[in-house]
C-alpha cells in the first residue's frame, strides 16, 4: 500500500486544520493507520490511530483537540485539529500496519507516507 499525506500548512494558534493521508491499493480496511509526528530535534511521536475495527486512540497531549477518522469509499484517514497550538508544529506522518489492537510503536508499521509540514505560529 501507498500512503500519500497532505493537507498540512501555517496556521496561527487555537486554528483549526485538517489534514489527510490516501491510500492506494485494494485492501485499505485491512490495515490500521496512525499519524506520527516529529519536531526537529526529536523524536518520532505517535498522535493517533484508527484500528482496522475502526475504533480510535490519541495520545493525551492531543484529546479532545484532535480527532482521526476513516472514510473507507474514498481510502483515506483523516486528522482534524482543532485548538492548535505553537507545540503541535511538526512534520505529520500517516502509516499503515496489519497489526490488529491500537498500536502505537512506530516500528510496529510497515508502510509510511512521505509526510506534510504542520506550523502553528503567531
Known amino acids: 500500500v501507498q500512503l500519500q499525506a497532505s493537507g498540512g500548512g501555517l496556521v496561527q494558534p487555537g486554528a483549526s486544520l485538517r489534514i489527510s493521508c490516501a491510500s492506494s491499493?485494494?485492501?485499505?480496511?485491512?490495515?490500521?493507520i496512525g499519524w506520527f509526528r516529529q519536531a526537529p530535534g526529536k523524536e518520532r511521536e505517535f498522535v493517533a490511530v484508527?484500528?482496522?475495527?475502526?475504533?480510535?486512540v490519541h495520545t493525551d497531549s492531543v484529546k479532545g483537540r484532535f480527532t482521526i477518522s476513516r472514510d473507507s469509499a474514498k481510502k483515506t484517514v483523516y486528522l482534524q485539529m482543532n485548538s492548535l497550538k505553537p507545540e503541535d508544529t511538526a512534520v505529520y506522518y500517516c502509516?499503515?500496519?496489519?497489526?490488529?489492537?491500537?498500536?502505537?510503536?512506530?516500528?510496529?508499521?510497515?508502510?509510511w507516507g512521505q509526510g506534510t509540514q504542520v506550523t502553528v505560529s503567531s
Open positions: 491499493g485494494r485492501t485499505f480496511s485491512g490495515y490500521g
Open positions: 484508527i484500528s482496522r475495527g475502526g475504533g480510535a
Open positions: 502509516a499503515a500496519t496489519t497489526d490488529y489492537g491500537f498500536i502505537r510503536a512506530p516500528g510496529s508499521y510497515e508502510y
